[in-house]
């Protein structure tokens, strides 16, 4: 089966740095995504790890360990745009390579 | 400019009706996928099919059928046999290599009236 969790809210202030954690317990795995999602729109793609370490994009940073069953995702110099919910997805090394998706973290950003 | 383009972005339906949502990608993706997500929720996979003339349920896939006749297109439909169909519904393409990340449309919210 497949089971993936992170925490439902997180609040943050602008200018500073959040970190929203992601645990997953699949029946496979082949690649982790983080997606950023504004209320009402399509999900947009952040971030891709397949192998352990950090892989840094600008103000978003991610990181995986496989043994751990875990990842996070860094916001740096938070803006007030930044307010979203971040979807944690992983995908099952099997034939199927559909995502399998979190429940979202939405993240308040206050000034 | 290549993407993915759902429609319509409202739909309202009336119980006991079937309703077809478009999905349509000139991205010349393999790959095509249907998500449903509801208030709060992460994304579900209701469908999803990995080349022309087949798709595999995914894992809500009661109440719903596909069809995959063509590579740019991959419609759903929501059946009367769906008990609560009312949710945020997006439709995602990806190429077929593995480390590929998947292009989603903009979502069609549909409620049951």
């Known amino acids: 089966g497949q089971n993936i969790d992170q925490p439902t809210e997180m609040t943050a202030t602008e200018g500073a740095i959040v970190q929203i954690n992601c645990t997953y317990q699949t029946s496979g795995f082949n690649g982790l995504f983080w997606h950023q999602q504004h209320a009402g729109e399509a999900p947009t793609f952040l971030s891709y790890n397949v192998l352990d370490g950090l892989e840094e994009k600008g103000r978003f940073s991610s990181f995986l360990s496989r043994s751990k069953g875990y990842s996070y995702l860094l916001l740096k110099e938070l803006q007030m745009k930044d307010s979203a919910s971040y979807l944690c997805a992983v995908r099952p090394d099997t034939g199927r390579r559909a995502l399998t998706f979190g429940s979202g973290t939405r993240l308040q950003v206050q000034p | 400019d290549g993407g993915i383009t759902q429609s319509p972005k409202y739909l309202f339906r009336k119980e006991g009706q079937n309703v077809t949502l478009s999905c349509e990608q000139n991205l010349n993706h393999d790959a095509m996928y249907w998500y449903r997500q509801d208030p709060g929720q992460g994304l579900r996979l209701i469908y999803y099919?990995?080349?022309?003339?087949?798709?595999q349920k995914g894992d809500i896939a009661e109440g719903y059928s596909v069809s995959r006749e063509k590579k740019e297109s991959f419609p759903l439909t929501v059946t009367s046999a769906q008990k609560n169909p009312t949710a945020f519904y997006l439709c995602?393409?990806?190429?077929?290599?593995?480390?590929?990340?998947?292009?989603f449309g903009q979502g069609t919210r549909l409620t049951v009236v």
């Open positions: 099919s990995q080349i022309v003339n087949d798709f």
């Open positions: 995602a393409s990806s190429k077929r290599d593995r480390n590929t990340e998947a292009f």
